[in-house]
């Protein structure tokens, strides 16, 4: 390819909003262009890039026998009627009339589709386990799409749908897929992406797991012991709290007037925030007389997510005005409120000495003993995790990442094939919900995860295995005849060998090398006056700096010799 | 492949609405699933055949210097007002309002966003021409989807835009693109493919040709002449109509009573319909008041895709009611009535003797002069080309064959570029238009019309270029320990080589021969414990039906034989 007739848009003034790194590089490399808010055109850099991807995925996909199929983009209510999806999905759905005012949506998964598709397909038991999957266009209204190819409304993802007999099976075929994507995001070039447990949300079913890419840009709390093998997304993640102990007593008011937060209270009555109980309100969304009051430890946060999985509904923060309720002086000791769901979190297990809410203007209680003066039936995992709590598993001290979610995979159980009535026919003549799993990879934030990860302070790093191109051929001095019309030769016979993106442009050298650096080809091969008059060429390795001369004879075998060690350490 | 594993649901009881002979055997064969009306899953054998042609394409789109990009399916209504198509398009494009009531729409062509993709990045007239195209999932909103994938709402469509900085330039181009498409059908094993000059539609531009496949099914009308080299879609089709010449007299006005149609008059006076004179009514639309009256020779019909270009607007048929016009009785001869464009056909170009309607009822005139009684300032080409008239070219009669439309080229001009305000600057430092040109290939309407050319009382045929697989591997008496092993072994050993679909069902020899030809694979390997006992297998050409016995020991060397011989013949 010559740059001079390479369509892209070098943007050099980047928004002020742009602040994710690969956000930045990819529109300053020109592989991006924004359509809308959200949605991206692919500049054929990108595309070349995103290409790769695919074919990698398409190829450990068909190599657990994963099926290519295709399932629409755009689906009739019909379908995700059966499984009760056309109206528990919220905005993020696109719904929309046809000329024939029939309710249509844009697909943003397929587990429906799948199924349909999979329905009479398939009667046997012995012709399952099996698995289709789809590479394809989905959109998904977000409400903030952010960061570029991060978080984007419209995306190219692979999804994948398997159909098992029997538990057991699935968790069988669920380990094999959890390997193949282990080798995908190795072979795309990712070098920090750990499988976490996670919440599998709307999907349903009972274990999910997500492929977390490590870096900073991310938008996920990723829970990871050091020392054992624990990792899991903030969502689901537990610890085990350090039980405090306070001297105990008298349950007894104590006047703290405009003291509310739990800051002000501490400060009041000079205790820790471990030594308080810390009210939460939460109104339930679809059921507007219910309220949820979550009782935890003052120094402790809640975790919506585990706590909407225990309420089974969408929640959202509850205004007090129109309740009973006397903000900051919430407390579980004789609170009687109609229509409230109260729980406990599992850090006021057997607390006791504890200072609460007196549910009375400008009075806390103090010395409260869970055990003592409450009758709490069973204690709820509600807290989310901080940096240092126990492991789970090993006991030791947990560290919190940020992560990137480029992959997951799902049990989901017969939720579908039950709702949707999909049948097969066992072992013992019996008609039985085949058991599904699910498993997804987000193309375009897969290619933006590479680009956090691998790039530096002069650009993109692209990994071997994905690069747009895999060398730079970079004259230096074009308007010099002879540097011309060797580059032109070079061009030529490289290209025969090597994916070769030529700088054909006659502008500076300064120019061009800044450039070959921030579109992050891996190899740069650069001539000039002076490397011609030895007859050499110089090799510069984009992620290492390294440079090397070679005789322009030798062009072909030294960078090849290059690649392969490239392609041995998966750089 | 296994058959026992492939998801393939044989649909045996075929819907009584399915006619096309594709959509009958992608049913029955199990490659393609209706999700909603137009709108399929292609199972994992159509989406293997699929994937063939879209690589088909791919390679001719690079080899003639396409960069690959990816617009977006879903856009924001901004893009399309600057070109004007977000009002002038119907109900075939899908609009929506995102979460933030945003009007958002489904691309069905990406003219708009190929000029957004394109605006800025290229700037100077010496980086002109280039291309870009992509291959995506377009939905269009369809009146009347119909023949399985022939006419569908959901469909992948590789489309490309060409930008050039002179019309001579664009020429040249063109005529790539269209050997390029030339190439891509051969290549994909379309026989009767022929490109014809065609109407551009919504697209705009000044010449637009279309790649037809000539089989039954097809829904357009292509005109041919199968003496030179003239091939055009009926829509803009002309030819040459021998004039009549019928003896002159005094105008005259004659009772005809009830007859209304040609064919009452005709009967009535008893003369020829081409001696009439025939007028029909349009209504504008978009302009309820502006009434058009056409008037074309009593044999000929209009052509309502020539006169929507001559109007500039969509018409439709007028309901006379409630005009001055008396239907039947209409007659160009001191016609006088408001708000009416009245067009004379080339047909009626010095015809004299002619019987046309007085504008009184139950009464027509004879012998109607039109140089004497009328002053037609300028004939129009309204007329349909009938089989038989002459070529416009050569003088030699026209046939008529029926067509699917599987690829079309338009050269755009400036259309988008200028109202989008898209300019380089050319040799001389101005800013000017680039002009464009637009490519499209349909792949599923390929794919079902290569099953319409390729296919006979048995099955599909499929050209082994894009065949899901090579060879169908198909034991006789699986049941047959001897006969299952070796099965077992050539599936391994041929699959090394080729892409073997292997019938592992214990079921009866008349259901797998039935199968493997109702799938229509290139080549079937036959073994049984017949062939066996002579070491040999049966290997049958889908295509000829020919059948040749080898020595197991051969089998690789033999197919290797028949694929290079059906490649050589592109079948």
New interface residues.
């Given amino acids: 390819?010559r740059l001079?007739?390479?369509?892209?848009?070098r943007i050099k003034d980047i928004p002020s909003g742009v602040v994710a790194k690969s956000h930045n590089l990819l529109l300053r490399a020109?592989y991006i262009?924004q359509?809308?808010n959200g949605?991206?055109?692919?500049?054929?850099s990108?595309?070349?890039v995103?290409?790769k991807i695919i074919n990698i995925i398409r190829e450990e996909m068909n190599k657990i026998?994963g099926?290519?199929?295709?399932?629409?983009?755009?689906?009739?209510k019909e379908?995700w009627e059966k499984s009760g999806r056309f109206y528990s999905i919220g905005?993020?759905m696109?719904?929309?009339k046809?000329?024939n005012n029939?309710d249509?949506l844009?697909g943003m998964t397929h587990e429906e589709?799948a199924v349909?598709?999979?329905?009479?397909?398939?009667k046997s038991y012995?012709?399952l386990p099996?698995m289709?999957y789809?590479i394809?266009?989905k959109?998904r209204?977000e409400?903030r799409p952010r960061a570029g190819l991060l978080r984007v409304?419209?995306f190219?993802m692979k999804d994948a749908y398997s159909f098992h007999t029997s538990d057991a099976d699935l968790q069988n075929y669920y380990q094999i897929v959890y390997q193949a994507y282990q080798k995908i995001f190795k072979r795309i070039g990712m070098k920090n992406c750990i499988a976490v447990s996670s919440d599998s949300g709307m999907m349903g079913g009972k274990r999910a797991d997500e492929f977390q890419l490590l870096v900073e840009a991310g938008e996920d709390n990723i829970v990871i012991c050091p020392h054992c093998d624990y990792k899991a997304n903030m969502e689901v993640a537990t610890s085990i709290v350090e039980q405090q102990s306070y001297s105990d007593g008298e349950l007894e008011e104590v006047f703290t007037g405009k003291a509310k937060s739990i800051d002000e209270v501490c400060n009041c009555l000079n205790i820790p925030s471990s030594q308080t109980v810390k009210a939460v309100c939460y109104a339930v969304c679809k059921d507007s007389e219910r309220i949820v009051i979550c009782f935890i430890r003052g120094d402790k946060e809640i975790n919506e997510a585990k706590l909407k999985k225990i309420i089974g509904a969408d929640i959202a923060v509850k205004d007090l005005d129109d309740t009973l309720l006397i903000k900051g002086n919430i407390g579980p000791y004789m609170l009687n409120i109609e229509n409230a769901t109260i729980l406990f979190d599992n850090t006021l297990k057997n607390g006791c000495g504890l200072v609460c809410g007196a549910n009375k203007d400008e009075y806390h209680l103090k010395n409260l003993n869970i055990n003592r003066d409450l009758k709490v039936e069973q204690f709820y995992d509600l807290a989310k995790v901080s940096e240092g709590e126990s492991c789970p598993i090993c006991g030791k001290p947990l560290t919190i990442k940020k992560g990137i979610e480029v992959g997951n995979i799902f049990q989901l159980g017969t939720k579908y094939t039950k709702s949707m009535g999909m049948t097969i026919q066992d072992q013992n003549g019996q008609q039985i919900n085949p058991i599904m799993g699910c498993y997804g990879i987000g193309v375009g934030r897969s290619l933006a995860g590479i680009v956090e990860e691998n790039s530096d302070e002069k650009g993109i790093v692209w990994p071997l295995a994905i690069a747009p191109w895999h060398i730079y051929l970079c004259p230096i001095r074009s308007d010099d005849e002879q540097v011309k019309s060797e580059a032109e030769k070079l061009y030529k016979s490289l290209s025969n060998k090597f994916e070769v993106l030529y700088d054909d442009r006659v502008v500076s050298a300064g120019v061009k090398l800044t450039d070959s650096e921030l579109m992050g080809i891996p190899l740069r091969v650069v001539i000039s006056p002076r490397t011609l008059a030895n007859s050499t060429a110089e090799i510069t390795i984009r992620k290492t700096g390294e440079k090397v001369f070679v005789e322009l004879d030798n062009l072909t075998d030294a960078l090849n010799k290059i690649i392969k060690k490239l392609e041995e350490n998966n750089e």
């Fill in positions: 390819m001079t007739k390479l369509v892209s848009e020109g262009k359509v809308s949605i991206y055109s692919l500049m054929p990108a595309q070349r995103s290409l026998d099926q290519e199929v295709l399932m629409p983009v755009v689906m009739p379908l905005q993020e696109v719904r929309f046809d000329r029939h249509m844009l589709a349909h598709l999979c329905q009479n397909t398939v012995d012709q099996y289709i789809q394809q266009t959109f209204d409400a409304r419209e190219i």
